[in-house]
């Protein structure tokens, strides 16, 4: 099975660049997502690293390490509406199409 | 847009009630999910399913089972409601990528609070 570990609050002032790491146990994987999730609503998709290296969205990057067994989600010029709960994901290779969740991580911005 | 709907928001029920979660998504998604959520502990599986009345288990199917008689709907089933059992349920759905870059669709989630 699979093991995902995240900080579980982080904290950076409006404008900053933050980073969540995400590090997993697993014996095999595809690859790693990544969610966000404001209060009381809904988790929502942000991205995917199906490889080793760096994926850009905009304001947002993912990275991923098979090797380190490690990615990470990088915000930058970060705005109030970031506040919120994100969480690294992985799919395993076996038993249907089973996704994992970590526990999430809260990103708090302040002014 | 996907749209997963659950069927409601808020929902109280009394210990050892039976308790229905409806879930239903408009996009012909194979897969179907139930997560529930719980303060530090992120989303965890209860069951999942990638067809039309198959299931398998997630990491916490116990004291709950689903049914799934068509590709839109799946319904999670807590056969007699207890106190550990109050949390939010999360419904999602997503289509089959052989590269594992699915993306899940989430609705808006069911409180379920027993009392």
């Known amino acids: 099975g699979q093991s995902l570990e995240q900080p579980s609050e982080v904290t950076a002032v409006e404008g900053a660049i933050v980073q969540i790491n995400c590090t997993y146990q697993?014996?095999?994987?595809?690859?790693l997502s990544w969610y966000q999730q404001h209060d009381g609503g809904a988790p929502t998709f942000l991205s995917y690293?199906?490889?080793?290296g760096l994926e850009e969205t905009g304001r947002f990057s993912s990275f991923l390490s098979r090797s380190d067994s490690y990615g990470y989600l990088l915000l930058q010029e970060l705005q109030m509406k970031d506040s919120a709960s994100y969480f690294c994901?992985?799919?395993?290779?076996?038993?249907?199409?089973?996704?994992?969740f970590g526990a999430g991580t809260r990103l708090f911005v302040k002014a | 847009d996907v749209k997963v709907t659950q069927s409601s928001r808020y929902l109280v029920k009394r210990t050892g009630e039976k308790v229905f979660l409806e879930c239903v998504q408009d996009?012909?998604?194979?897969?179907m999910f139930w997560y529930r959520q719980d303060p530090g502990l992120g989303l965890r599986l209860i069951y999942f399913?990638?067809?039309?009345?198959?299931?398998e288990k997630g990491d916490i199917p116990e004291g709950y089972s689903v049914s799934r008689e068509k590709k839109e709907r799946f319904s999670l089933i807590l056969e007699s409601a207890s106190t550990n059992q109050t949390s939010m349920y999360l419904c999602?759905?997503?289509?089959?990528?052989?590269?594992?870059?699915?993306?899940?669709?989430f609705g808006s989630g069911t409180q379920l609070s027993v009392l």
């Open positions: 690293n199906g490889l080793d």
């Open positions: 994901a992985v799919r395993e290779p076996t038993g249907g199409f089973k996704t994992i």
């Open positions: 697993t014996s095999g994987f595809y690859g």
């Open positions: 996009m012909d998604h194979e897969n």
């Open positions: 999602a759905s997503s289509r089959t990528r052989t590269g594992g870059n699915e993306k899940l669709f």
């Open positions: 399913s990638y067809d039309v009345k198959m299931k």
